[in-house]
């Protein structure tokens, strides 16, 4: 079962951006933290930002699903714009599956419980649909063996893949992760990576904010280099990360070269 048949995305026109974001700008008090910045995704697209730190990469992930409030400038998802009314947010957010840094399972509760609790109570599953949903997630992860198990028990890695186990659980259009690698052991990113690969061949719209170049080279359809509140450059990831044109772009990846 491939992610566009779980989450409806084949009545989706791939010639119309899923994600639609024109002229934003975000200030945090007085300073200005994106700037006039337009980025359009289209169904089955990963795009991966990246960038130096403090480059406003994890603020317009936010900015997409309503978490962080724009100043100026429009973003529309499946062409309907968001507003920030608490109705159209909720509605909006079921729409969009996200992964933080941080795993933010419920440690009170099972993994099972975890991935079935919003199935029934946003979408009004059944406890047995849910339950099945879960189960396939679990499987798709390769946590099926930790249903049961509360996530305090499980690894850095494994809690990750249990997050996005929850995220897919909601039948999302597209899916956003913030750095979803940054706060695990090195030998654990592999096994989260493993699955976000699996998520882009099977064709999930994906926006990625990483400092995970592999994983740009492998899955990204465009990377986006962000920079001085805006976008310095994108493309292939064959351009930006091995031909960058800006003067921004290379010395970023001269930043890299030399860590």
Known sequence: MTVHETS?????DPGRPLVEMR????????????DGVDLAVHPGEV???????????????????????VQSGTIRLGGEELTYSEKH???LRSRIG?????????????????LTMAQQDVLGRSKAEARERSVQLLERVG??????AYPDNLSGGQQQRVAIARALAMDPEVMLFDEPTSALDPELVGEVLQVMRGLADDGMTMVVVTHEMRFARRAADRVVLMADRGIAEEGTP?????NPTSERGRAFLAELNEG
């Open 23 to 34: 002229g934003i700008v975000k200030k945090f008090g007085e300073t200005t933290v994106l």
């Open 47 to 69: 795009v991966v930002l990246i960038g130096p730190s403090g480059a406003g990469k994890s603020t317009l992930l936010r900015c997409i699903n309503g978490l962080e409030r």
């Open 89 to 91: 947010l909720n509605r």
């Open 8 to 12: 409806g995305l084949s009545d989706l």
């Open 98 to 114: 996200m992964v933080f840094q941080s795993f933010n399972l419920f440690p009170h509760m099972k993994v099972i419980d975890n």
């Open 143 to 148: 946590l099926a063996e930790k249903a049961q």
């Open 238 to 242: 064959e351009q930006v990360l091995e």
